[in-house]
């Protein structure tokens, strides 16, 4: 639940207790925003396009992805590198569109998420990208990129519209449209299938609603948006 104090030993610190107290919030009810509060020495990771505002003590370190995580994040459309924050302070995130903060709880374990999703997450969880491939990317409306993150703490997403939890068990498949695809846990089985031909994806009209599915097969849990942003857009578009 959000409003806790999360605590976690990171592993870098292997001869002592680290408690890590960084306190947070999701503010507002269908558009909201994380509120983040720090104590001296607690620090936390930000998506710098998602930062809304931070206290003036706060200091900010930039954590670079080297050559690889630079490239691909601007193939995916998004930052070149993260925000370190360190406390004491507040500092506040949000998306890009109306909807509700996800967070993720990792214990020891990894979770795959969609490049605009991502908005904070505790200080000892690694972050890296995931090739998704070049079909499931281009043509599914989506990054080429996933973003994965591993470790133990708190991983916070912003979901556009309500986010949908499903807990797929073992064999159990489901398929969701691409566009529709927020998180899902690393032990999930996942490729992409069009589904239907030229006239299909003709009646479907520009959106390209329906063609593209993500193949989910369990273990694990997958969360999804209720609105997607790609099918939002265009059809924003049209409307001009």
Not at 54 to 59: A, E, L, P, V
Not at 62 to 69: E, K, R
Not at 174 to 203: C, P, W
Request: hydrophobic share 40%; charged share 20%; aromatic share 10%.
């Amino acid at each position: 639940m959000l409003g806790r104090k999360n605590t976690y030993t990171p592993d870098i610190y292997e001869d002592q207790l680290w408690k890590i107290m960084v306190k947070y919030e999701a503010i507002g009810e269908d558009v909201q925003y994380l509120k983040a509060t720090m104590q001296d020495g607690e620090s936390a990771f930000v998506e710098p396009g998602h930062l809304i505002y931070k206290s003036s003590d706060i200091h900010m370190d930039v954590q670079a992805g080297g050559l690889h995580g630079a490239l691909s994040h601007m193939l995916s459309g998004s930052a070149v590198f993260l925000l370190k924050v360190n406390g004491p302070g507040v500092f506040t995130a949000a998306g890009f569109l109306p909807g509700k903060i996800l967070e993720v709880k990792l214990n020891g374990n990894s979770i795959l998420a969609e490049f605009n999703a991502f908005l904070s997450m505790d200080s000892g969880i690694e972050y890296s990208r995931k090739f998704a491939g070049i079909w499931a990317g281009m043509m599914g409306g989506e990054g080429v990129f996933l973003e994965k993150f591993s470790g133990n703490g708190s991983v916070f997403l912003h979901s556009h519209g309500q986010p949908l939890e499903l807990n797929l068990q073992p064999c159990e498949q489901i398929q969701v449209e691409m566009s529709h695809v927020l998180a899902f846990d690393d032990s999930v089985q996942y490729n992409v299938q069009r589904i239907g031909g030229l006239k299909t994806m003709l009646l479907a009209g520009a959106e390209g609603e329906g063609l593209f599915f993500a193949n989910m097969a369990g273990p694990g849990r997958v969360w999804v948006h209720s609105i997607s942003m790609h099918q939002l857009l265009l059809k924003m578009i049209r409307r001009q």
